[in-house]
């Protein structure tokens, strides 16, 4: 495996471990992990912003979040069906349905020639058309990546990003907590939700992970496979190994 030193997993004993909201907190386990943060823990930050008033500041920074309102807007955004990663999860819904229509993996000519298709019927111009077949090909780089790397297995391809959203909705929902935006029964009925789209999405919890990966990559690598590949890369490999991981013992369906 190329990428980071796994990093530790840590839970806290008085989190959940199992149920509904144990299930969400286990999706947003890419950033509570690499930050740190006990992953099952419904109100505990980093250490480094423990306080409401400095994870505010940093929800402000990262997020432009400055209000309960901005808080709830960006959750609501997050949990739609609307991926942030509009055009690659066009792709990849396009591909997705020729697997559904064939019954098995397509090959990177057969979803060529669907795009091809598409653009013409919906008048695309070339330069539109040279656009997403430089994503596709982006895509494609990144599925030969991961199955090298053991995110995906050889020949195996990402179902969609709606993962990078929910992910990042579950632990949304923590953060208004701990911003003091949001009390205990909205925090835990976010949370819920993003569970609930993910299960939706997505079939199982390495799926749901190689989905939130290509999500965050599309949206910050840019096919450059650093730390934006490969910090999540090591999350990942310990949420598959780790003895205590919650992956390893919640069905990702239930």
């Known amino acids: 495996m190329r990428g980071n030193r796994q990093p530790d997993l840590i839970a806290d004993p008085q989190g959940p471990f199992h149920g509904p909201l144990a299930h969400a907190l286990a999706c947003a386990v890419h950033i509570a992990v690499n930050s740190g943060v006990a992953w099952n823990s419904p109100n505990k930050g980093c250490t480094c912003c423990s306080k409401p008033k400095q994870k505010r500041k940093v929800l402000q920074r990262d997020w432009g979040i400055e209000s309960a309102e901005d808080w709830r807007s960006t959750a609501e955004t997050l949990l739609s069906d609307r991926s942030s990663n509009g055009t690659g999860a066009l792709l990849l819904d396009m591909r997705m349905q020729l697997v559904r229509q064939y019954g098995h993996a397509v090959d990177a000519?057969?979803?060529r020639d669907a795009l091809s298709a598409w653009c013409r019927q919906e008048q695309v111009t070339d330069e539109s058309y040279q656009m997403l077949v430089g994503l596709m090909g982006m895509i494609l780089d990144y599925e030969k990546r991961f199955a090298a790397d053991g995110l995906l297995p050889h020949g195996g391809f990402v179902s969609g990003i709606g993962a990078w959203d929910y992910?990042?909705?579950?632990n949304m929902a923590r953060?208004?907590?701990?911003?003091?935006?949001a009390d205990p029964p909205t925090m835990e009925w976010v949370a819920v939700r993003a569970s609930e789209q993910a299960r939706r999405h997505h079939g199982s919890w390495a799926d749901f992970s190689a989905g939130y990966i290509l999500g965050r990559c599309l949206h910050f690598d840019e096919g450059e496979f650093g730390s934006w590949y490969t910090t999540p890369l090591a999350v990942h490999h310990t949420m598959m190994s780790h003895p205590q991981s919650p992956w390893l013992h919640m069905p990702f369906h239930f």
């Open 109 to 111: 000519r057969t979803w």
């Open 167 to 170: 992910g990042r909705a579950a």
């Open 175 to 181: 953060w208004g907590v701990q911003c003091e935006y």
